[in-house]
């Protein structure tokens, strides 16, 4: 299973990203955790100390790795470089290992951030189509609120696309810009979960606010949450009723996919 999950920043996907691999590994299943946001954070959400995830270098950075991929200087655009470099060992060589998982962070350059053609955003992006479309373990990617950085073969190979979505307008408008960009990438279904639940009038706001988005499962405002955030531990240990409430999301995305293919 491949997962995609974005969102404006700050509502919760780093959350449900971590408890999700968490649930498929506690399964026996092998899981790529993928930080693919900038403002990287799901070690902390994995409860993996500060020390240890200082050690994980984003791909971004490794601009010898990059260089000597693709055959081309990081920071350069134009000129003749490898448009599919070798990637298939990235996560046994360059991931952080635990329970089940390899985290991978991938970063983001500032060129890539800028949409070019450089030597970066395509392995970067190369990278991502990998883990996405070609290989056999679950793959969970946290993403950055946009999808710019995927390519459409990589997008139309995700099984579920998650927007995650809180209480609030700003939040509402970019699920809704998600969703058409998603669109314009060939995703058929995007997939919201509703998170810091605090009452039925919040899970009633947004169903009637995400129009033909299809509402999955929702998250209840945990303060056992916030708690394990301030201490840099784990959700997934700490957050009995989030982690209960986070496996029937599972649960459903699983009977959707099912659904499809049948």
């Not at 139309?156 to 939040?171: H, K, M, T, W, Y």
């Not at 955030?229 to 496996?247: A, F, R």
Request: glycine share 8%; charged share 25%; proline share 3%.
């Amino acid at each position: 299973m491949k997962i995609a999950i974005t969102g404006k920043g700050g509502v919760g996907k780093t959350t449900l990203s971590a408890v999700l691999s968490n649930l498929f590994a506690a399964e026996g299943k092998r899981v790529i955790a993928v930080d693919a946001d900038p403002d990287a954070n799901l070690a902390s959400a994995f409860g993996i100390s500060i020390a240890d995830a200082s050690k994980i270098r984003p791909i971004a950075d490794m601009t010898w790795l990059i260089e000597e991929r693709t055959g081309a200087k990081p920071g350069s655009s134009g000129g003749i470089f490898k448009l599919n470099p070798k990637v298939d060992d990235i996560p046994s060589e360059y991931g952080y290992r635990f329970d089940n998982i390899v985290l991978l962070a991938t970063g983001k350059s500032k060129e890539a951030a800028s949409g070019c053609y450089c030597p970066e955003n395509v392995f970067l992006r190369r990278l991502l189509k990998h883990l996405v479309a070609e290989r056999d373990e679950v793959v969970v990617v946290d993403m950055e609120a946009g999808i710019e950085h995927l390519t459409r073969g990589t997008a139309e190979a995700v099984d579920a696309f998650i927007v995650v979505v809180e209480p609030g307008q700003r939040s509402i408008q970019t699920a809704t810009t998600i969703k058409e960009m998603a669109k314009g990438l060939g995703v058929k279904n995007v997939l919201v979960v509703a998170n810091k639940i605090r009452d039925k009038k919040d899970i009633s706001f947004i169903k009637n606010s995400i129009g033909d988005m299809r509402l999955i499962g929702h998250i209840s405002f945990s303060n056992a949450v916030l708690e394990a955030d301030m201490h840099g531990e784990s959700p997934y240990k700490n957050s009995p009723e989030t982690v209960s409430e986070i496996k029937k999301i599972k649960e459903s995305i699983e009977k959707i996919l099912n659904d499809i293919q049948y």
